[in-house]
């Protein structure tokens, strides 16, 4: 996987380039983001769980290695407890 970001939707939509760095362009769209949700009544937790998701969703195979890892670590807690046997 390659560490050069993406093109943004600015570069997509063939309008003027920001001369802004990428990551202030983030910091601007989670900005609006969370003033779109505060105006709206969206709770904090609510905003985070749904930017946590956009993120997760936007990375291949991120979602199903995070699954791996609840898991793995569930397996480790019953294993701890003794209510599973070593394999």
């Known amino acids: 996987m390659s560490n050069e ?10 309008e003027p380039v920001s001369p802004k760095p990428w990551y202030a362009e983030v910091g601007d769209l989670l900005a609006q983001a969370a003033i779109l949700c505060v105006e709206n009544g969206l709770d904090a937790d609510t905003f985070m769980r749904g930017a946590w998701s956009a ?3 936007t990375r291949p195979g991120m ?6 890892l609840a898991l793995e670590h569930q397996l480790d ?3 701890r407890a003794g209510r599973m046997g070593e394999a």
């Open 55 to 57: 993120y997760v969703e």
């Open 77 to 79: 807690e019953m294993r």
């Open 63 to 68: 979602k199903d290695y995070l699954e791996e």
């Open 5 to 14: 970001p993406r093109q943004s939707m600015a570069t997509l939509a063939k």
